[in-house]
């Protein structure tokens, strides 16, 4: 009976010990990661956006480029193409995204994959959301249902056997967390997180436990210079920048597997 007791104290013991370890690896990827010169950075942009190559080449850790490649179903990115083969001929890795827009979420994944194709087995697709139904949002045009967040991936694994990253800010995050936590889709979605802030204490836990890519830094807090977070060379303040949770080394190998 002792070594019974003995035992289970000793599990207990260790699963506390396992939760400890666990909550501060989420806490410390919260807490500036790309102040880690082993943390990888990624910037996203689309063609308003500068990119000096040369000047970019002499940061390191940037691993790649997210790009945006359409919008709604008539918009497609007129730098995306050019900058898509100047980018992989430098070696970076590159990703798109499409801007989804409320109605015919069909069509914009139809018209999504038909600017960036559908077997680019090496490259990143992601679903930019910028407001959801129920979250924080001025842009009545922006303004998605799930089911309308869902067609969309649903169309895209189906048509590529992959799964597109998905964008949201704290807002979007945590409406879904919390109304449809256990979301059998989402929660396989890898998360790319905006947040525009040194540190993270609120992250509203429930889809997602943390985050692959998050975008820390942008023009929304780059106005003023000296609040600027991090800046790529070769890019203006109005870039904006992301860390992803692991190491530039991870991150390369990683990438062509990011969402499948």
């Known amino acids: ?25 989420v806490t410390d990827s919260f807490d500036a990661p790309w ?18 190559w040369k000047e970019l080449q002499t940061d390191r850790r940037v691993v790649g480029i997210l790009h945006k490649a359409t919008e709604n179903i008539d918009f497609a990115d007129p730098a995306y193409q050019s900058r898509r083969n100047q980018a992989k001929s430098l070696g970076y890795k590159w990703g798109s995204y499409h801007l989804l827009r409320k109605g015919d979420p069909i069509g914009q994944a139809k018209f999504y994959l ?4 559908t077997n680019n087995r090496d490259e990143i697709m992601a679903l930019d959301i910028e407001c959801t139904v129920s979250s924080q949002c001025g842009v009545e045009h922006y303004r998605v249902s799930l089911s309308e967040i869902k067609s969309f991936l649903k169309y895209i694994e189906k048509k590529t056997g992959r799964l597109p990253i998905f964008y949201a800010n704290q807002s979007i995050e945590k409406d879904l967390s919390a109304n449809f936590p256990n979301d059998k889709l989402l929660v396989r979605a890898p998360l ?28 929304i ?16 303040s109005d870039m904006d920048i992301n860390v992803y949770n692991g190491s530039p080394d991870k991150l390369r190998k990683q990438w062509g597997n990011i969402g499948k």
């Open 35 to 52: 102040k880690n010169p082993q943390t990888a950075i990624v910037i996203d942009a689309y063609y308003n956006n500068l990119i000096d």
């Open 114 to 117: 038909k600017a960036t194709g």
């Open 221 to 236: 807090n780059c106005k003023a210079e000296e609040k600027c977070l991090y800046r790529v060379p070769g890019t203006l």
């Open 192 to 219: 790319w997180y905006a947040r525009f802030k040194a540190q993270v204490t609120d992250f509203p836990l429930g889809i997602w436990k943390t985050y692959t890519f998050w975008q820390f830094s942008s023009e």
């Open 1 to 25: 009976m002792e070594s019974n007791r003995f035992i289970k104290i000793l599990c207990a013991f260790l699963f506390l010990c396992v939760v400890s370890v666990s909550d501060a690896q």
